[in-house]
């Protein structure tokens, strides 16, 4: 069982994921935004996967990104964008902030499972001071 927060300011989508994480048998850790992502790391939480929508209200999600990858405590903690974005770039973007992944929304059910192990058995590729 992993320990995964996720980063969504929409209750659809955080339901969604909830439901898909616990029939996998994780567990999730959610918040609505950026000052509660803070809080939560700041008291000590240590996740094991970070899932980071991209439009949050008040940081965007390639903010958080490089926020995120400063704090040395999650060097090692993969960051996994997820976002409507169907910009061409958008990938792109995700990794020259530091994001180890890009899982596109609408989620793919049926695959997300799978790249949720995927990200959480692949070692960290963001690349340090970027």
Known sequence: MARILYVEDNPENRLLVRRLLSVM??????AEGADQLM???????QPDLILLDLHLPEVDGYTIARQLRQRPELDRVPIVALTADVLKDTPIRCFQVGCDGYIPKPLDIDAFPQLIEKY???P??????S
């Open 25 to 30: 048998g994780h567990e999730l850790i959610e």
């Open 39 to 45: 809080a939560l790391l700041d008291q000590g939480l």
């Open 120 to 122: 959480l058995h692949t």
């Open 124 to 129: 960290v590729s963001h690349e340090r001071g």
